[in-house]
Every structure is written in C-alpha cells, then in structure tokens.
C-alpha cells in the first residue's frame, strides 16, 4: 500500500512538500502514520514509498522492520524528478536491508 500520492494524507506527506509548491504537514509520518507502517508490518503488507515525501520515505525506512518497495521510482540522480529516490535514500535501503 503506497501511504500517500499527490496529496499529503492525515499520516503521511506526499513528494510535492520537496518543492516550492508544497509545505509539509508532519515532516513525514504522523504519530498515526508511524502505527500504520507497524499495523502493515505487523499484518506482512509492503509499504510502498512511491509518491511520498524524502522525509516520510526517511521516517518510514527508520521505523519499518519489512522491506519496503518503491512500486514506480526511479532513482533522483538518473531522471531529476521530486518524485524520484535520491542517492541518500537509496543508500540507506542499502544499509538496513529493506
């Protein structure tokens, strides 16, 4: 399940806070957020990070004791787009396995 899309959703904020347009709502996961990526990892659904915020996809890779996937990413330093991983990220899926 991915936790947002183009909007920020009362547990997640969405890939437009990452530019001038957009202004977070929870700097990445609200507390209701954070229960929802343990419910999911709790009931072995897949958190899908595709469409959220650089912040939430930090929060939820901190927190999440699954893999998590990115359904429909491309990494930020291949095709520069908000919505694209950045190498900071991408690294840090590296680091704790997910």
């Known amino acids: 399940m991915t936790l947002t899309h ?3 959703t009362p547990w997640a904020d969405n890939w437009l806070v990452d530019t ?10 609200s507390s209701f ?3 929802v990526v ?3 990892n ?4 897949m958190v899908d ?3 959220v915020s650089v912040d939430t996809m ?5 927190i999440s004791k699954a893999p998590v996937i990115f359904s429909h990413s491309s990494a930020y330093s291949i095709c520069q787009h908000r919505r694209n991983v950045p190498d900071d990220v991408l690294e840090m899926v590296v680091s ?3």
Request: net charge positive; with cysteine; hydrophobic share 40%.
């Open 6 to 8: 183009n909007c920020n």
């Open 20 to 29: 001038e347009g957009g202004k977070p709502v929870h700097h990445g996961l």
């Open 33 to 35: 957020g954070k229960m």
């Open 38 to 40: 343990e419910e999911m």
């Open 42 to 45: 709790r009931l072995g659904m």
């Open 49 to 51: 990070l595709a469409h």
């Open 58 to 62: 930090k929060v939820v890779l901190n």
């Open 96 to 98: 704790v396995g997910a």
